[in-house]
């Protein structure tokens, strides 16, 4: 069973500073969810990864397959980033089983 | 608005009933997952379809079944409700087996 853990669990900062939350996994995955949920409950797809880097806007998602690691960086922070931040695999099991381990996520608060 | 959508958006029942969750996915995604967000359990995977057949089995409970109909909307049954089963239910779609999730607004489910 894959053991998704994030750090920080809570992220406080200021508007501008440079966030960097963190995701290990215990076991081999196929890919990498990182997921927004605001305030009122809705999930976002932030990024899928499976190697690499991705990039949109200000948000950056890196992985280390070899270090079963992966960061998710947001860049010049605003308030309105301030959600939950969740990262999730899916295992690379081969049985067709694409449900997702989620972490246990990070509650980001950016203030002005 | 990720395409996905969900009915209802809040039930609220009591112990011992039953109660259908609806999901209808993006326009031409063939796999459906439903997910449970809980306080103490926080995100963690059900059940997930593949143009119309159950394809994996999360920490689904016995007394919840699920299912895909032809046109690809599923429905969560939810019978002998009991107060642990106040949750958000949120369905996702996802076009093939490795193709990124998009989540429906979720079903805020209370268990009088």
């Known amino acids: 069973k894959n053991e998704v853990e994030q750090s920080p669990q809570n992220l406080t900062a200021q508007e501008g500073e440079f966030i960097t939350i963190n995701c290990s996994y215990s076991v081999g995955i196929s890919a990498l969810h990182w997921l927004q949920q605001h305030p009122g409950g809705g999930i976002v797809s932030l990024f899928m990864l499976s190697s690499g880097k991705k990039k949109h806007g200000r948000l950056i998602a890196t992985i280390n397959i070899q270090e079963k690691h992966s960061s998710l960086h947001i860049t010049a922070s605003h308030p309105r980033d301030s959600a939950v931040y969740i990262c999730?695999?899916?295992?690379?099991?081969?049985?067709?089983?694409?449900?997702?381990?989620f972490g246990k996520g990070t509650h980001l608060i950016i203030q002005p | 608005d990720s395409g996905v959508t969900q009915t209802p958006k809040h039930l609220i029942t009591a112990t011992g009933q039953r109660v259908t969750l609806r999901c209808s996915p993006r326009s031409g995604d063939l796999s459906v997952y439903w997910y449970q967000q809980s306080l103490d359990q926080g995100l963690q995977f059900l059940i997930q379809?593949?143009?119309?057949?159950?394809?994996a089995k999360g920490n689904i409970l016995e007394r919840f079944s699920a299912q895909q109909f032809p046109d690809l909307h599923s429905e969560l049954n939810l019978s002998s409700l009991e107060l642990g089963d106040s949750a958000l239910y949120f369905c996702a779609s996802s076009l093939g087996r490795s193709d990124t999730q998009y989540f429906g607004p979720g079903t805020r489910l209370t268990v009088l």
């Open positions: 999730a695999v899916k295992g690379d099991l081969g049985g067709g089983a694409d449900g997702l381990t």
């Open positions: 379809y593949y143009n119309g057949e159950e394809r």
